[in-house]
Nanobody, 124 residues
Framework: HVQLVESGGGSVQAGGSLRLSCAAS????????MAWFREAPGKGREGVGA???????WYADSVKGRFTVSEDFAKTTVFLHMDRLTPEDTATYYC???????????????????WGQGTQVTVS
């Protein structure tokens, strides 16, 4: 079983930056993928970015060049650094863990059996 705990959300003005963290514990076996999703009111959950066990990175077009996914050396914490935030980035952000991700499917929620509780990001 894998547990994920997000932190770092908050309120920021447009153009500002935030960094979200996702601390993972439990049995994260080889072949894992860690992803960030977000869900705005009235919208579905969308993939923001992901990183897999060999360091491959994928991003949604809407955040490319502004958001960066990274992980610490121990690979127990995944980060989402968000720059040049806009009001359209306002959402609850979720960390997710799964396996078998590639460039064609990393954004599918069905790939991830483990989810964090979410952290709110508000941009005004």
């Amino acid at each position: 079983h894998v547990q994920l705990v997000e932190s770092g959300g908050g309120s920021v003005q447009a153009g500002g930056s935030l960094r979200l963290s996702c601390a993972a514990s439990g049995d994260i076996s080889g072949g894992y993928c860690m992803a960030w999703f977000r869900e705005a009111p009235g919208k579905g959950r969308e993939g923001v970015g992901a990183i897999n066990h060999i360091g491959s990175l994928w991003y949604a077009d809407s955040v490319k060049g502004r958001f960066t996914v990274s992980e610490d050396f121990a690979k127990t914490t995944v980060f989402l650094h968000m720059d040049r935030l806009t009001p359209e980035d306002t959402a609850t952000y979720y960390c997710a863990a799964g396996s078998g991700a590639n460039s064609d499917n990393w954004f599918k929620t069905s790939l991830y059996p483990y989810w964090g509780q979410g952290t709110q990001v508000t941009v005004s």
